[in-house]
């Protein structure tokens, strides 16, 4: 998965849906909440708004913001902050 734009068009595809809910349900114990709802950023450069978030799950929330973490692309915004 590209993390720095993701593509929500392509998470309600079936395929796409079992794989995810099977990747969710692990963190069914460890995470709190780890099935309600939330906004996720589409491009990880621009800040949240109408046309850079979609719905989602706060699992998928955490996984796709640790992965931006971890490849550096929330770096502007610590940046801004500092």
Known sequence: MRVPFINCVSFPKMVTFLIFRAFCNRYDKRLNDFNFGTMIRLRSA????????????RVQFVAIELARN?????????KLQQ
């Open 46 to 57: 621009e800040a949240f708004g109408e046309h850079n978030s979609f719905f989602g799950v």
């Open 70 to 78: 971890r490849e550096g692309h929330n770096e502007v915004f610590r």
